[in-house]
């Protein structure tokens, strides 16, 4: 049973995290030749102090 682990930087909808679940348990699915039912998704969201790309927080370098 796979289990797919996503981090993601806070800002997405609701809908986009649940569109993005059910495409990879899809794919997952597809790929592995298995039911999609033995396929586990888990996102975690990290706020954009909380992530950093070449030693500067998201905060800063993300456009308001």
């Given at each position: ?22 495409k990879l ?21 990290v706020s ?17």
């Amino acid at each position: 049973m796979p289990f797919i682990s996503v981090t993601l930087i806070e800002g997405r909808t609701t809908e986009q995290k649940h569109d993005l679940l059910k495409k990879l348990t899809v794919a997952s699915a597809e790929a592995l030749d298995i039911d999609p039912q033995n396929v586990r998704v888990a996102i975690h969201e990290v706020s954009a102090d909380g992530w950093g790309i070449g030693g500067e927080p998201m905060s800063k370098l993300r456009p308001a």
